[in-house]
């Protein structure tokens, strides 16, 4: 599944931002954690060191009595024979919470008047461990709301600095190169957008230019080509009124159909010609049923070579806003198609319901290759007598109506079906 490239690089950065909070907040509270117990430590030291110097000052057993009858955290005990100074993390019993909770304990010798006793203070951890949640809570929010806030300024920034780009996109979408109007791209002081969009010019420029000589080409051609046909087409006839035999007969008679096929394809080729330059612009209201009735009984006369049969199910009157010629254009190659495309004994079945057109008809038992079903010069069969711009020619006058045509086989039927 495809992704847009401003959420592409926006989710990247959102995975890796999340990422890093969920490894830096328990990196952050434990070493916060470990800061505190490091100078609770060191105040616990800082308070035995004060303790020894009084000692110097004539501190007796009665001032040690005293001491250990007013200081609740800091005692005198007999020797417990502790040779070096040791703090130890401990859950103690608190009264005034009325809980257990997380001490630190110096256990440390002193010296009272010759005689060796034991230091012993305690210091609470449970202040330590709310002001550590509290400043890890703060720097989290600061980091989210920094995040967020550097997602939300590359987004506005992105869409600001990526509008010359999409602006493109939107205009290469949109370009036809039959319609000659080329693109305008924005100008933009980015110089990535500034030359793709200046070899795009160069590009469009260029194959613009060689659509108009080929199409320039095909009309002239076209035109050029029709008195030569003309000429030829009455000389052929002419020479089927004189006296002939059956060899020279059969060579005219093969002659004057690939006249007539030649025609046909002048013929088409000055269509589409014309559709390209929008010769067709003048539309009226088009009762699609009477239009079809109108041909049906030449067409039948046409269906009768290989015995086909035509069905027709006109059961609402399809009201359609179109071109009157191209529309009988496009009905004539939608009758020849499923006539020339059939098979002996077959059928054709036209179909009309509130916006749809549909033409079904029996041929071949496998469904036919869409990728190139309606390129000029495509033929089904290539032995076929047609030159392969009927479907072309459809597609074409659907394109220009803003019309759609699909392709389907199903129960052994082409069905070419036109949404209006």
């Known amino acids: 599944m495809s992704k847009k490239l401003l959420h592409k690089t926006t989710s990247s950065f959102l995975v890796f931002s999340t990422v890093l909070l969920l490894v830096s907040a328990p990196v952050f509270y434990f070493i916060c954690q470990q800061l505190y117990i490091y100078e609770t430590d060191e105040v616990l030291l800082f308070h035995k060191g004060a303790f020894v110097k009084e000692t110097h000052k004539g501190f007796d057993q009665d001032d040690i009595k005293a001491w250990n009858k007013y200081n609740h955290n800091v005692t005198i005990v007999a020797d417990m024979g502790i040779k070096k100074d040791s703090i130890i993390g401990k859950m103690l019993f608190d009264s005034i919470a009325g809980e257990e909770e997380p001490f630190r304990i110096l256990y440390a010798p002193v010296v009272v008047k010759g005689k060796r006793y034991t230091y012993i203070e305690k210091t609470n951890l449970v202040e330590m461990e709310g002001m550590v949640i509290n400043v890890a809570v703060m720097f989290l929010l600061i980091i989210i ?11 506005k920034l992105a869409t600001k600095i990526w509008k010359p780009f999409y602006n493109t996109l939107s205009q290469i979408q949109n370009f036809e190169i039959d319609k000659n109007k080329s693109p305008q791209f924005i100008p933009t002081d980015i110089d990535e957008f500034d030359s793709l969009n200046k070899s795009l010019e160069k590009l469009i420029e260029k194959n613009t230019a ?10 002239n051609a076209a035109h050029e080509l029709q008195t030569p046909l003309a000429l030829f087409q009455t000389k052929i006839d002419t020479l089927l009124q004189l006296e002939l035999n059956k060899e020279q007969l059969s060579v005219l008679s093969s002659l004057n159909n690939d006249v007539s096929r030649l025609n046909r394809l002048n013929k088409n080729l000055l269509l589409l010609s014309k559709i390209d330059n929008e010769s067709y612009l003048e539309n009226n209201t088009i009762v699609l049923n009477d239009y079809i009735e109108k041909h049906l009984d030449f067409f039948t006369e046409q269906a009768k070579s290989k015995n086909i049969s035509i069905i027709t199910e006109l059961n609402n009157n399809l009201v359609i ?27 054709i079945v036209i179909r ?36 392969g711009l009927g479907l072309a020619i459809i597609k074409k006058i659907t394109e220009l109506n803003q019309w759609k045509i699909s392709y389907d086989f199903e129960n052994k039927l082409h069905c070419f079906c036109i949404t209006f």
């Open 145 to 155: 709301i920094l995040l967020f806030g550097i997602v939300w300024i590359s987004k």
């Open 210 to 219: 060689i659509y108009k000589s080929q199409r320039e080409f095909i009309e």
């Open 321 to 347: 806003n179109g071109n009157p010629a191209l529309t009988e254009v496009l009905l004539n190659n939608l009758f020849l198609n499923a006539i020339r495309h059939n098979e002996k004994n077959g059928k």
């Open 352 to 387: 009309i319901t509130d916006s749809q057109l549909s033409f079904e008809n029996t041929g071949q038992q496998t469904p036919l290759s869409i990728d190139k079903l309606f390129n000029r010069f495509s033929k089904i069969n290539p032995s076929s007598q047609g030159n």
